[in-house]
């Protein structure tokens, strides 16, 4: 009688007493498992058996997980992402981000990602790649960073003659919706005849030397607000 591993040619260790012939292994492992036949041949013939054995934690293809899968972060604040991979052996976990490098200030401990100050550049797709000799597995988070406005006056600084229209237009960078509101020289009410959009922009047409000034835009989103001011001088 002989033992032997399918689709394999190494030799293994076995011991024969009276009729029966017992395979051992002094130290099991998961790259143990698979598929064996034991033969039994006399001058009547042979045959043969097959028993399949499996180690826990036996080879197998990587698979991956990340959690969370999706999440919405805070310009400035500290994020984490987590993979954890099955397989035999031991997966390897990297991580990468889609069509963009990793963001500079980011760390990689125990396939736990950690990136630090996000900003609206760092929204995008993370990959976490689980790799080991029979194959890989791929997992995925998205993530959105969200920002307050930074608001800012185009021009920040004009002079007009009297009679002329004053044109500004607020510019803010962030997370919409963000909403616009003019000001005054402090006061919430705008001179006669001044006229806003939902846009951000501002116009006073027939001005008058007392619309000298500074105006105040004001611009709020649902995570913080920002505000930008422009001079204006009208002289005769």
Not at 163 to 174: I, K, M
Not at 206 to 235: K, L
Request: with cysteine.
């Amino acid at each position: 009688m002989t033992w032997k591993r399918q689709e394999s040619t190494l030799q293994l260790v076995t011991t024969t007493t009276s009729n029966v012939n017992t395979i051992q292994w002094p130290a099991i492992r998961p790259e143990d498992s698979g598929l064996y036949l034991c033969q039994a041949e006399n001058t009547q013939g042979m045959t043969e058996g097959k028993i399949e054995i499996i180690v826990a934690g036996g080879p197998g293809t990587p698979m991956a997980s990340v959690t969370p899968t999706q999440l919405t972060a805070i310009q400035g604040r500290t994020v984490t992402m987590e993979c954890r991979a099955t397989g035999s052996p031991t997966p390897e976990i990297t991580w990468s981000k889609l069509r963009a490098p990793l963001p500079w200030k980011h760390t990689v401990v125990g396939g736990v990602l950690t990136l630090k100050d996000v900003g609206r550049q760092d929204s995008g797709q993370y990959i976490c790649n689980a790799t080991n000799i029979h194959g890989y597995s791929e997992a995925y988070s998205d993530m959105e960073v969200e920002a307050p406005p930074y608001a800012t006056c185009v021009p920040d600084r004009v002079r007009l003659r009297p009679g002329g229209t004053l044109r500004l237009q607020c510019l803010a960078h962030g997370t919409h919706p963000i909403t616009f509101q003019w000001s005054f020289s402090g006061n919430s009410a705008l001179p006669p005849g001044a006229e806003t959009t939902k846009d951000g922009q501002l116009f006073i047409p027939h001005i008058r030397e007392s619309d000298s000034g500074t105006y105040t835009c004001s611009t709020s989103n649902h995570i913080g607000s920002s505000t930008a001011t422009a001079r204006v001088t009208v002289r005769g």
